[in-house]
């Protein structure tokens, strides 16, 4: 509710739904990003020292693609999760908060 409050404050000033959203899918694929590299740099390290006895690295391709594959998923379920929220925001005015 904080957050809503804030981007309602913002648009009360000008900002544009535009940028409010840019600023929302942003903000989550900072998280992302990081969240994605060290899942599936643990996930290698887990499988090549405790699941296998002996290590056999892929080709560097597969990890490059794999990622390249989940940051698409990712984003793209990032963008929906962003229509929920937009919605929220354009249904509210600044008079249902009582900000003082």
């Known amino acids: 509710m904080e957050k809503a409050r804030d981007f309602l404050i913002m648009r009360a000033i000008g900002s544009k739904n535009k940028s409010l959203k840019r600023i929302l899918f942003l903000e989550s694929l900072f998280i992302i990003i990081p969240s994605l590299l060290i899942s599936l740099g643990i996930g290698m ?13 892929p080709p560097v391709f597969i990890p490059i693609t794999l990622f390249g594959v989940l940051l698409a998923i990712f984003i793209f379920f990032n963008y929906l999760s962003l229509l929920p929220i937009m919605k929220k925001i354009n249904r509210f005015s600044i008079k249902d908060f009582e900000i003082y």
């Open 45 to 57: 390290i887990l499988n090549s020292s405790v699941l296998f006895a002996r290590v056999s690295l």
